[in-house]
């Protein structure tokens, strides 16, 4: 096992979850924390964060990062849940 695992093992377990009228930012907010969490590496952000600006949808960079499918992205939308660990 992995130290970092034995590390994160040894966390509390918390459980996160964003509720909210459509539109207000949830999935921006948990991209923001997955972002600042460096749960994600810069490298794969930026990539997102320049695909989002070429579809003209710049401040949905955070949001994008939860929306893998092609038709929440079209549509400026997250339509499905989505989970991710974070260990800090």
């Known amino acids: 096992m992995d130290c970092a695992d ?9 459980n996160l979850v964003f509720i909210g009228p459509c539109g207000c930012g949830k999935s921006t ?4 924390l997955i972002t600042d ?6 490298q794969n952000f930026e990539r997102i964060a320049l695909e989002a600006t070429h ?3 710049e ?4 949001a994008w990062i ?3 499918l092609q038709c929440e992205r079209d549509r400026g939308g997250t339509m499905f849940v989505a989970l991710w660990r974070l260990a800090s």
């Open 66 to 68: 939860l929306d893998k």
């Open 37 to 42: 969490s460096g749960a994600i590496d810069r």
């Open 29 to 32: 907010m948990a991209g923001r």
């Open 55 to 57: 579809r003209g949808q």
């Open 6 to 14: 034995d590390a994160a093992s040894d966390l509390p377990h918390v």
């Open 59 to 62: 401040s949905r960079c955070y």
